[in-house]
């Protein structure tokens, strides 16, 4: 059997953060940046809080059968809840959308890829 890949796109609305909270999330800003943003299995904050108070968690992670994404989207919103709470920082919203990139269409450059390696 093969390995999946999945990417979940877990987002949300900080809700009412303190001052505090909020000097320190800008602050550490530039490294949750979205210009930086990849899928990772710990879980990959980005945020702009100059444009809006909401944020987007992407994760990376596996499993063996198509049903397994179900398991790694509630994974996924757990830890991204947990990373929150853990933190003090208010939410609301928390939404998940998932992807199995073994199901996702082929771009032009990898079907061609794809077909010069068959044939």
């Given at each position: 059997m093969t390995t999946r890949t999945f990417r979940i796109t877990v987002r949300g609305v900080f809700?009412?953060?303190?001052?505090?909270?909020?000097?320190?999330?800008?602050?550490?800003?530039?490294?949750?940046?979205?210009?930086?943003?990849?899928?990772?299995?710990?879980?990959?904050?980005?945020?702009?809080?100059?444009?809006?108070?909401?944020?987007?968690?992407?994760?990376?992670d596996t499993g063996e059968a198509e049903e397994?994404?179900?398991?790694?989207?509630?994974?996924?919103?757990?830890?991204?809840?947990?990373?929150?709470?853990?933190?003090?920082?208010?939410?609301k919203n928390l939404r998940s959308q998932s992807e199995d990139l073994s199901q996702a269409p082929l771009g032009k450059r990898r079907r061609r890829a794809a077909r010069s390696a068959t044939g």
């Open positions: 809700d009412g953060l303190t001052p505090e909270q909020l000097a320190e999330l800008r602050s550490r800003a530039a490294e949750h940046d979205v210009l930086h943003a990849s899928f990772t299995p710990e879980g990959h904050l980005s945020y702009d809080l100059d444009a809006r108070a909401v944020f987007t968690f992407r994760f990376q397994d994404i179900l398991e790694a989207a509630d994974r996924a919103e757990r830890s991204a809840r947990a990373w929150l709470d853990d933190r003090g920082y208010g939410h």
